[in-house]
């Protein structure tokens, strides 16, 4: 088995990879079309070396999306109250579940059971709002007996739906998180972590229509049954609102929450890399139990978007189909050389200013490989570094199909045969046994001859 080690040299300054090389809840340190390999510890070490920036929430994580890797994290796994951003969950299963002509009918319980002071559109007992029409006021105004409505239609009532959240939380590998209504407003037992919250909103926005409703800034629903008025819902994500200081202009979405338990939270995507922020307990009332209006979650997240969009960048480690290196041939007319091809694509999330030399590739091949041989066929593989810090693997196939030549074959293994170790030890040992057999025939020649003039010299 034979290496090789290459450079891909790249100007610049000094940094680190990104952080982890999971998905909120799954390994993949970089995007391989054709396989991907685990990140190792050094890589992670590396990662640490960049200077990371600083949040005031209790919790938070920045995730690349494209390449399923943290990129930074906070308490990441600490259970903390999700506040509204709960809708997320609410939001997903009712996609699933629901048609978005179905009419939703809001009885008394989903618009009464409510504490005091929470968020509401004002529906009243017997309203009915289509699917469609409820999921914006459900994560854009954040209406919580829009919450109960939906979790009703769903499920038939709050603790079915509940039980549905948990169960569908578990399938998308979520151990830290429980829920207990569809809304969010406070429970002891109702909590999920930067991490998970993460999960959910990386699942939500492969559902369709969701970023449809959660990237407006508003939206006029038409009157119901009960009213003649339209209704206007505003997002309460001010990071959309170019009005607001707290306005983001790469932000995209998804989903705020608030409560005095809570403090401010935020999940939110951002444009380019398809990045996506949850940052979890941001300051919401003082020591003295005032409110505070300042939106620390909002610019926690564009913190960390910017930290990402300038420090650090999606680079492109190979090609499908790039060559990398050739290999010893044998048996094939005419030929004694074979090259091989990277199989899938591979990108690593890097910083965006390289040394030379920051990256370098080892090619793991046979020294040698035996016609016949098929285009495609797996060969070895090629890993890359930074700076000493294994990224990921990519598999190496033949570049061309090679038939064997069966004279070539005889001749190579002729010479294979001649030229192999036990060949060489075996006619040694023959020769070294001839010769002392030879010199065993002489010495017994001479001393026959000896014997027979003794002989003759007695008989006269």
Request: charged letters at 20%; proline letters at 3%.
């Given at each position: 088995?034979?290496?090789?080690?290459?450079q891909?040299?790249?100007?610049g300054?000094e940094?680190?990879?990104?952080?982890?090389?999971?998905?909120?809840?799954?390994?993949?340190?970089?995007t391989n079309?054709?396989?991907q390999?685990?990140?190792?510890?050094?890589?992670?070490?590396?990662?640490?070396?960049?200077?990371?920036?600083t949040?005031?929430?209790?919790?938070?994580?920045?995730?690349?999306?494209?390449?399923?890797r943290?990129l930074?994290e906070?308490?990441?796994d600490?259970?903390?109250?999700?506040?509204?951003?709960t809708?997320?969950?609410?939001?997903?299963?009712?996609?699933e579940?629901?048609?978005?002509?179905?009419?939703?009918t809001?009885?008394?319980?989903?618009?009464?059971?409510?504490?005091?002071?929470?968020?509401?559109i004002?529906?009243?007992?017997g309203?009915?709002?289509?699917?469609?029409?409820?999921?914006?006021?459900?994560?854009?105004?954040?209406?919580n007996?829009v919450?109960?409505?939906?979790?009703?239609?769903?499920s038939?009532s709050?603790?079915?739906?509940?039980?549905?959240?948990n169960a569908?939380?578990?399938e998308?590998?979520?151990t830290?998180?429980?829920?207990?209504?569809?809304?969010?407003?406070?429970?002891?037992?109702?909590?999920?972590?930067?991490?998970?919250?993460?999960?959910?909103?990386?699942?939500?926005?492969?559902?369709?229509?969701?970023?449809?409703?959660?990237s407006?800034?508003?939206?006029?629903?038409?009157?119901?049954?009960?009213?003649?008025?339209?209704?206007?819902?505003?997002t309460?994500?001010?990071?959309?609102?170019?009005?607001?200081?707290?306005?983001?202009?790469?932000?995209?979405?998804v989903?705020?929450?608030?409560?005095?338990?809570?403090?401010?939270?935020?999940?939110?995507?951002?444009?380019y890399?398809?990045?996506l922020?949850v940052?979890?307990?941001?300051?919401?009332?003082d020591?003295?139990?005032?409110?505070?209006?300042?939106?620390g979650?909002?610019?926690?997240?564009?913190?960390?978007?910017r930290?990402?969009?300038?420090?650090?960048?999606?680079?492109?480690?190979?090609?499908d189909?790039?060559?990398?290196?050739?290999?010893?041939?044998?048996?094939?007319?005419?030929?004694?050389r074979?090259q091989v091809l990277?199989?899938?694509?591979?990108?690593?999330?890097l910083?965006?200013?390289?040394?030379?030399?920051?990256i370098?590739?080892?090619?793991?091949?046979?020294?040698?490989?035996?016609?016949?041989?098929?285009?495609?066929?797996?060969?070895?593989?090629?890993?890359?570094?930074?700076?000493?810090a294994?990224?990921?693997?990519?598999?190496l196939?033949?570049a061309?199909?090679?038939?064997?030549?069966?004279?070539?074959?005889?001749l190579?293994?002729?010479?294979?045969?001649?030229t192999?170790?036990w060949?060489i030890?075996?006619a040694?040992?023959?020769?070294?046994?001839?010769?002392?057999?030879?010199?065993?025939a002489?010495l017994?020649?001479?001393?026959n001859?000896?014997?027979?003039?003794?002989?003759k010299?007695?008989?006269?």
């Open positions: 088995m034979t290496t090789n080690t290459t891909n040299p790249q100007a300054n940094g680190g990879p990104g952080y982890e090389d999971s998905k909120p809840n799954t390994s993949n340190n970089t079309t054709a396989g390999s685990q990140v190792s510890a050094e890589a992670k070490a590396a990662a640490d070396a960049i200077a990371k920036p949040i005031s929430a209790e919790a938070g994580i920045l995730y690349d999306v494209t390449n399923g943290v930074f906070k308490n990441a600490e259970k903390l109250a999700p506040a509204s951003t809708k997320l969950m609410t939001a997903l299963l009712v996609l579940k629901a048609n978005l002509d179905d009419k939703v809001f009885s008394k319980t989903a618009v009464t059971n409510l504490e005091s002071g929470a968020v509401k004002g529906l009243v007992e309203d009915q709002v289509s699917v469609k029409d409820s999921l914006y006021a459900l994560l854009l105004k954040s209406a007996e919450a109960n409505g939906l979790a009703e239609h769903v038939g709050i603790s079915a739906f509940a039980e549905l959240m569908r939380a578990a998308l590998g979520c830290n998180t429980h829920f207990v209504n569809p809304h969010g407003l406070y429970d002891e037992n109702h909590y999920t972590t930067a991490r998970e919250m993460a999960t959910i909103t990386e699942y939500a926005l492969t559902m369709p229509y969701f970023t449809d409703v959660t407006q800034t508003y939206y006029t629903q038409p009157p119901t049954n009960m009213t003649s008025e339209e209704r206007t819902v505003t309460t994500n001010r990071m959309l609102l170019s009005c607001d200081d707290e306005y983001y202009t790469y932000a995209t979405g989903k705020t929450g608030s409560l005095n338990e809570s403090g401010y939270c935020i999940s939110a995507t951002a444009t890399d398809s990045y922020v940052c979890m307990g941001s300051p919401y009332i020591s003295e139990g005032n409110h505070i209006d300042y939106h979650e909002m610019y926690d997240a564009a913190t960390l978007f930290w990402a969009f300038l420090n650090i960048e999606n680079k492109t480690l190979v090609t189909g790039e060559l990398l290196g050739e290999v010893s041939l044998k048996y094939a007319w005419g030929k004694d074979l990277a199989q899938g694509n591979l990108t690593a999330t910083p965006s200013s390289l040394e030379s030399g920051a370098t590739t080892k090619l793991d091949l046979p020294e040698s490989v035996k016609a016949p041989v098929k285009k495609g066929d797996y060969v070895g593989t090629a890993t890359f570094y930074y700076n000493g294994e990224l990921s693997t990519v598999a196939v033949a061309e199909s090679v038939e064997r030549s069966e004279i070539v074959q005889v190579q293994q002729g010479q294979e045969v001649l192999s170790t060949f030890v075996t040694t040992i023959l020769l070294v046994l001839a010769a002392a057999y030879a010199i065993l002489i017994m020649n001479r001393k001859k000896k014997v027979r003039r003794v002989k010299y007695r008989d006269l």
